[in-house]
C-alpha cells in the first residue's frame, strides 16, 4: 500500500543522502507538513507543491 511505498522513498533518501527530491503525486489535493517529514525522515527538509496540469497532477519539491 501507499504506507510501504513512502517507506521505501524515505529509505532511498536516508541511505543514499538525497539533497533534492522531485515527487509527481496525483491523488493527494492537500500536502501537510507532517507527510513530508515522514518521506523525508526528518524536519530538515524545506518543501514546496504546485498543481500541474490535469493529466500531471501536483508536484512536491523537496529540499534538505
Do not use: A, H, N
Not at 11 to 32: A, F, H, P, S, W
Not at 39 to 46: P, R
Amino acid at each position: 500500500g501507499g504506507r510501504v511505498k513512502w517507506k521505501d522513498v524515505r529509505k532511498k533518501v536516508v541511505g543514499e543522502g538525497i539533497q533534492m527530491l522531485c515527487i509527481q503525486e496525483t491523488k493527494k489535493e492537500d500536502i501537510v507538513q507532517g507527510v513530508c517529514y515522514v518521506i523525508w525522515g526528518s524536519k530538515e527538509v524545506k518543501w514546496g507543491s504546485v498543481t500541474g496540469d490535469k493529466s500531471s497532477g501536483r508536484i512536491i519539491l523537496f529540499v534538505g
